[in-house]
């Protein structure tokens, strides 16, 4: 995999910035992590180039397997978690439904990074076209199967007179090499009144800053041990610093936060009115599933974390709703 220097931001090129971080991590690369001055995205330097290669040399990597445990979020179980996945996902597609304009005409989504196609069968159900992009055969072949076309191609090949009345991307702009040129396709895609639903992690989440604070001013042992720590006791995380709370290259490439994310819509042409951010973790109130109490102390501070960070609107997750 070859890797090329970030001299700018990854999202709006601004070149002011400020480093924020440094570590050594995959294939014992030293990645610098900067914040933008201008859009305030956080993102790494050096970056990989992205291309089929290296996607499947990152994603087939241990790296990512170790750290993510990546096959087990699709693993056909009804376990208790599958459920309240499920019933959760149901109530984020409603939430999202809402903000799409009813009309006669057959409408279109595209799901970037669909997986197993779980978030596109609501739309099957309600008789839209549906296609999904996923550079994983395995999991794209179980979406294959619900009557969802896998666009074999980049988002950015898509033809631009091929419009879309709604675009979904869960967790996968943080992933992208140029997540402002995806942007911009989605709002060349999306017909009039289209909407686009981007989720990403916060970095101006609380879970994050604390994270960020721990790394920046605790001298390296403590920090090496809270992660040792934190993966022997609870298994979070690798057990080494090899990342700046979710940014961590290969993977995860730049960090958004309201500012970012509002910023790159706007660029491209959203109007500031029609972009609603929120942000939420798990026990989010808009879709709060009821699940098993956590046990221990150390869950129930995380818990109590979340909930703060959801209250003062710093919660981990950024859920970005705009239309055009
Ligand atoms: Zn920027």
């Known amino acids: 995999m070859e890797f090329r ?20 991590g995959f294939n014992e690369i030293k990645f610098d ?22 996607i499947n040399e990152i994603y087939s990597s241990e790296y990512y397997q170790n750290y993510f445990g990546a096959n087990n979020d699709y693993v056909e179980v009804s376990t208790e978690r599958n459920l309240i996945l499920k019933k959760r996902l149901q109530m984020e597609f409603e939430y999202y439904y809402s903000f799409v304009k009813e009309s006669e005409s057959p409408k279109k989504i595209l799901d970037l990074g669909c997986g197993d196609g779980r978030f596109l069968e609501f739309f099957v159900e309600l008789g839209w076209d549906c296609y999904g992009i996923e550079p994983s055969d395995f999991v794209s072949e179980i979406a294959r199967k619900k009557n969802i076309k896998i666009l074999d191609k980049s ?36 017909n009039e009144s289209g909407v686009i639903v981007i989720k990403t992690p916060n970095s101006s989440g609380l879970l994050e800053q604390i ?50 994310i509002t910023k790159a819509l706007t660029a491209s042409g959203f109007k500031n009115k029609n972009i609603k951010v929120l942000s939420g973790s798990e026990y989010f109130h808009l879709w709060r599933v009821k699940r098993p109490k956590p046990i221990g102390l150390f869950s129930n ?12 609107k710093r919660g981990d997750m950024l859920i970005t709703v705009a239309h055009k």
């Open 5 to 24: 220097n970030a001299n700018e931001c990854i999202s709006c090129s601004s070149k002011k910035r400020k480093l924020k971080f440094s570590y050594v």
């Open 33 to 54: 992590c900067y914040q933008c001055k201008e859009c305030s995205l956080v993102y790494g330097s050096p970056q990989p180039i992205i291309n089929d290669d290296s």
């Open 155 to 190: 988002m950015l090949d898509i033809d631009e007179n091929n419009k879309f009345d709604f675009i979904f991307m869960d967790n996968v702009i943080e992933h992208l090499d140029y997540p402002g040129q995806y942007v911009d396709k989605a709002s060349e895609l999306l």
């Open 211 to 260: 994270e960020y604070m721990v790394l920046s001013y605790c001298p390296k042992f403590i920090s090496k041990g809270i992660m040792k720590l934190l993966h022997n006791k609870y298994s979070i995380g690798s057990g080494t610093v090899h990342r700046y709370g979710n940014l961590h290259p290969p993977v995860h490439l730049s960090l958004f936060n309201r500012k970012s």
């Open 301 to 312: 501070f995380l818990k109590f974390l979340k909930r703060l960070g959801d209250f003062t």
